[in-house]
């Protein structure tokens, strides 16, 4: 079956580091877009970082320079280095997939399969 494991959330205070990391099984991860979204209390999910199944990169322009994405195939791991966290990257993280090519991405809806989320508390 599909499985999309996220790990590596806690918290931490400003300007800390965090590596969020996701394991991908039951679906052919190389022929996959992988994506990061996140979604704060009260607030709507948002697109953070892509990575294409080619290992094209794309961040959404609060994280560029902090944020870090990168996948390894070999593992079916799609990974998420975040530098100088802010309180505002406070929100629950979600690793997806599509299908490639990847097209869009910025809403959620277009993602095929989902993981259940880890937590990222960052105080100031």
């Known amino acids: 079956q599909v499985r999309l494991a996220e790990s590596g959330g806690g918290l931490v205070q400003t300007g800390d580091s965090l590596t969020l990391s996701c394991a991908a099984s039951?679906?052919?991860?190389?022929?996959?877009?992988m994506g990061w979204f996140r979604q704060a209390p009260g607030k709507e999910r948002e697109w953070v970082s892509f990575i294409s199944e080619s290992g094209s990169t794309y961040y959404t322009d609060s994280v560029k320079g902090r944020l870090t994405i990168s996948r390894d195939n070999a593992k079916n791991m799609v990974y998420l280095q975040m530098n100088n966290l802010k309180p505002a990257d406070t929100a629950v993280y979600s690793c997806?997939?599509?299908?490639?090519?990847?097209?869009?991405?910025?809403?959620?809806?277009?993602?095929?399969?989902w993981g259940q989320g880890t937590q990222v508390i960052v105080s100031s």
């Open positions: 997806a997939a599509m299908m490639a090519p990847l097209r869009g991405g910025s809403n959620w809806r277009q993602w095929d399969y």
């Open positions: 039951g679906f052919p991860f190389v022929s996959y877009a």
